[in-house]
């Protein structure tokens, strides 16, 4: 009998003694998008409430914040900077300091508007075209990972809007997927610099 994502996943989140899940636990080998839309039904379902960036409770979850915190920063680890919503409380968990800002939080916000500058001084079909140049140069000298495949199939045959959502928007995949871009090169690296600077 086969068994779809969505049903593997409920079955790993039924016999799990968890209650705080972390994006990884729940993928099963499915493709990172696959993975995102069967979430989305899953918290649509109320079988999960997403908590923070990567970070899911058992809906029905009504153990006391404290503990339920406590169990997100063991699972999180120590090196994260993250908002999590527990019940109505956010907390911010990791390190808050102003002298300690987390570099892969400013990497992020760097990465957006890097894209959202390409956007804005490149047009579209410019765009696909030096992406799928870039990639084809580097799978021809074995640098690849698995966003590559996303943003190829994207660039090949997503729509302007899918790929302007991929590179500017907000959510998890398209920050996952900024981690990784294509189109690297089309702007001048003296804007590029500036851009870094500004952050």
Known sequence: ??????????????????????????????????VSRVLRELEAEHVLNRAG??????????????????????????????????GNITIQVGVTAASNRN????LDVF???????????????????????NLARWKQNDVWCSAYDEWRSLLEAGS??????????EDEDSNRLRQSPPYVGLLDRRLVEQLREAI
């Not at 970070?55 to 153990?63: C, D, F, H, I, K």
């Not at 990465?111 to 696909?128: P, S």
């Not at 302007?160 to 928007?169: C, K, L, N, R, S």
Request: hydrophobic fraction near 40%; glycine fraction near 6%; aromatic fraction near 2%.
């Open 1 to 34: 009998m086969h068994y779809s994502l969505k049903d593997r996943m409920k079955a790993s989140i039924r016999r799990s003694p968890k209650r705080v899940f972390l994006r990884a636990d729940l993928s099963l080998g499915g493709q990172p998008r696959q």
């Open 53 to 86: 960036q990567g970070v899911y409770l058992r809906a029905a979850e009504s153990a006391p914040v404290e503990e339920l915190l406590a169990e997100v920063k063991t699972r999180l680890g120590k090196r994260v900077n993250r908002l999590v919503t527990l």
């Open 103 to 106: 570099a892969q939080a400013e």
């Open 111 to 133: 990465k957006l508007r890097l894209a959202q500058k390409v956007i804005e001084k490149i047009d579209i079909k410019t765009i696909r075209r030096c992406g799928l140049e």
């Open 160 to 169: 302007d809007e899918e790929i302007i959502v991929a590179m500017t928007g």
